[in-house]
Nanobody, 122 residues
Framework: QVQLVESGGGLVQAGGSLRLSCAAS???????????MGWFRQAPGKEREFSAA????????RYADSVKDRFTISRDNAKNTAYLQMNSLKPEDTAVYYC????????????WGQGTQVTVSS
């Protein structure tokens, strides 16, 4: 079991930046680096969608086309924390952002955080 707590959401103007953080704790004592980490988002009235993922060692990353070249996923295994740096934000990026962890480095979605709201004003 992995507990994930997101932070860093808020209101920002279009063109601005935000950095989301995700603090992880594993009840089993399994190393944080053994989990791939990801970020998903859900906009009002839309289905939840994948945004970004990073492998356990932090070497391999993957992005949805909608955020590629604007968002950067990273992790600090010494701090058991993953990040999502979001630049050049657009109103269509408005959504609840969820941190995830799992065994799949492509779409890690075995464990989910509670989510953090990001609102981008035009």
């Amino acid at each position: 079991q992995v507990q994930l707590v997101e932070s860093g959401g808020g209101l920002v103007q279009a063109g601005g930046s935000l950095r989301l953080s995700c603090a992880a704790s594993a009840a089993s004592g399994r190393a944080f680096s053994s989990y791939a980490m990801g970020w998903f988002r859900q906009a009002p009235g839309k289905e939840r969608e994948f945004s970004a993922a990073i492998s356990g060692g932090g070497v391999v990353t993957r992005y949805a086309d909608s955020v590629k070249d604007r968002f950067t996923i990273s992790r600090d295994n010494a701090k058991n924390t993953a990040y999502l740096q979001m630049n050049s934000l657009k109103p269509e990026d408005t959504a609840v952002y969820y941190c995830t962890a799992g065994s799949s480095s492509r779409t890690p979605n075995d464990y989910w955080g509670q989510g953090t709201q990001v609102t981008v004003s035009s």
